[in-house]
């Protein structure tokens, strides 16, 4: 909802600050006093294309500030936030949003959003969610097959919404089964071919059977066979110094000497007896040791070229499946679960098949909920053709009629349907798109009967009708009032009229006036009541804002008015 609105330099208008506020405004003023300027600075917000033509005279640049009360959930905080710009919290629900935009002499142009410099095209994409603006320049809200099919969906309620969720299902599912299925059929020689080479590895892996960690156990085996002589020698040589078989010392019997030295000393001093102790576990180790070494020469004695001819060998099938694989593990990961990979593969033929059939199956529930879906739709635009058509005999357009064609059309995830608003405006015209078959006024006045319509449908919270009164008056601009007070029971609206039958039932009526220079100021946009409003009123129906009978006429019709707001 529009909170405020302020427009600097932009047209005839110097400075000016509307408030808005919740329900219905009427924007009045002299012809020329700059009313449509606020429909134009509204635009601006809304993302619309920058025009140097709309800088007051003499001025650098236009400005258009405004502030709305949003929802801090939702698509609006989620643009918002993906444009760096931030909600002023209000309370837990809601807070305020800022929007301005800037508009050179030279044409350039600057938005920001919530207190961030953003493009204009984030302006375009919160105007979708926060106006819907009707008025001379046709910026129509059904102004898209899509959107009006949307608006026919939410009018028509939980049949179609049921039967749409139905179909979009099952068109989802058909979409992702074909693309499987084309996947499938696209990649069969490539599929082939991979399954080829898959056996044919499982193969090699079955004839080899490495087990994990064995390239390098191998590697290890293959260089101590091939320095057998060399390591025989270190061995040796390492136990005979240990523990020797012939007349030369070793170390097993000097230590024993040594413990025997320090045994027979250690009645004379306790401390050469832990000495002695700790030569007898190195005695100990010694032995031990050269055990190990005698162990590990009899290993080499038993190993020869037959064996290091065995390891490379062996080294030689490992080293294959490791380099076709990129490593050992990577092998064996494949052994473990190539298998089913290969079976799926391998079922290539039936798995077509199969979705072949499922497809099918498929499309034949898609038909019947597309027929289904198409039907509610049929009855929805049968009731939303006569209510419209209706409304348009009490808004001044009694021959008009509005059909809601739906006709078969191209099947997305919204049906096979397309939908489309048409307007025969007389008897024996054809039906044809209304922003092609109506005028201005007109256009707007068919608008305001769809939207009355199908009011409280849709999500987006403001209304913006400009000249909807224009070729009208008596009691059908009083028939245009109330039908702009029942929308905004559910929506704000706010329209710019020069009909006191339409600005009568108002809840809050602005006027903007010229100043003696032939701007307006800051001073000339004026929240009217009481005495102020039925003098404007009264301009609007006579010219002459001081005319008692006019005067008299005034608070009839604002009499009138209030009838609504009472109900």
């Given at each position: ?30 012809t ?63 807070g ?34 926060l ?6 320049s ?33 068109y ?16 069969q ?45 270190a ?6 110094a ?8 070793d ?11 320090l ?9 050469l ?10 005695g ?13 020469l ?32 990577d092998a ?40 289904v879906?198409t ?21 001044a ?29 007389h008897p ?17 006045r ?28 008596g ?72 005319s ?20």
């Amino acid at each position: 909802m529009i909170e405020q609105i302020t427009l600097r330099d932009l047209g005839v208008i110097a400075r000016a600050t509307l408030p808005i506020g919740a329900g219905f405004t009427a924007i009045t003023g002299e012809t020329g006093a700059g009313k449509t300027m606020v429909v134009t600075g509204l635009g601006l917000l809304m993302g619309a294309r920058s025009d140097a033509g709309v800088v007051r005279s003499g001025a650098d640049l236009a400005a258009v500030e405004g502030v709305w009360l949003v929802p801090t959930s939702g698509p609006v905080a989620e643009r918002v936030a993906d444009a760096g710009g931030e909600i002023e919290p209000v309370d837990d629900a809601h807070g305020e949003l800022y929007l301005a935009r800037t508009v050179t002499a030279e044409g350039r142009s600057r938005a920001s959003v919530g207190g961030r410099s953003a493009p204009a095209g984030v302006l375009s994409d919160l105007a979708d969610e926060l106006v819907v603006v009707h008025g001379q320049s046709d910026q129509l809200r059904l102004r898209s097959a899509a959107a009006q099919r949307d608006a026919l969906d939410r009018f028509g309620g939980q049949p179609v919404t049921s039967a749409l969720a139905a179909y979009a299902a099952l068109y989802d599912d058909v979409k992702t089964r074909t693309a499987e299925l084309d996947d499938l059929i696209e990649r069969q020689g490539e599929r082939a071919r991979e399954a080829d080479d898959l056996r044919a590895a499982l193969a090699d892996l079955e004839q080899v059977d490495p087990q994990p960690g064995e390239d390098a156990e191998l590697a290890q085996r293959a260089e101590r066979l091939a320095n057998a002589e060399e390591l025989r020698l270190a061995a040796t040589l390492a136990h005979a110094a240990l523990s020797g078989d012939d007349d030369a010392p070793d170390i097993v019997t000097l230590l024993a000497e040594a413990r025997r030295a320090l045994e027979r000393a250690a009645g004379s001093d306790a401390a050469l007896a832990a000495h002695a102790a700790t030569v007898e576990d190195l005695g100990y180790r010694a032995s031990d040791l050269a055990t190990e070494l005698s162990g590990y020469l009899a290993d080499l004695d038993e190993s020869g070229p037959h064996e290091l001819a065995a390891v490379e060998e062996r080294r030689a099938a490992v080293g294959a499946i490791v380099r076709a694989h990129g490593s050992l593990e990577d092998a064996l990961a494949l052994r473990e679960n190539g298998a089913l990979r290969l079976a799926e593969l391998d079922d290539d033929g039936d798995r077509v098949t199969r979705l072949g059939d499922e497809i099918a199956a498929l499309r034949a529930e898609l038909d019947a909920a597309a027929s289904v879906l198409t039907a509610a739709r049929a009855a929805a635009a049968e009731r939303l053709s006569t209510e419209v058509t209706a409304e348009l005999r009490a808004l001044a357009l009694p021959d008009a009629r509005v059909v809601v064609a739906v006709e078969p059309g191209t099947a997305t995830a919204a049906g096979r349907d397309d939908v489309t608003i048409l307007l025969a405006p007389h008897p024996g015209a054809e039906p044809r798109p209304v922003a092609r078959s109506a005028s201005g006024g007109e256009l707007s006045r068919v608008m305001l009967a769809i939207e009355v319509v199908i009011a409280g449908t849709g999500s987006v919270p403001t209304f913006v009708f400009d000249e909807i009164d224009a070729g009208i008056g008596g009691a059908a601009a009083i028939e245009v009032g109330r039908r702009l007070a029942a929308l905004a029971r559910s929506s704000q609206v706010i329209v710019v009229t020069h009909l006191a039958q339409v600005a009568a039932f108002a809840n809050n009526h602005l006027s903007v006036v010229k100043a003696s220079d032939g701007t307006v100021t800051a001073s000339s946009v004026r929240a009217l009541g009481g005495a102020e409003r039925e003098a404007e009123m009264a301009r609007l129906l006579s010219g002459l804002p001081d005319s008692e009978a006019a005067l008299e006429h005034a608070r009839e019709l604002l009499s009138l008015g209030s009838e609504p707001a009472q109900a």
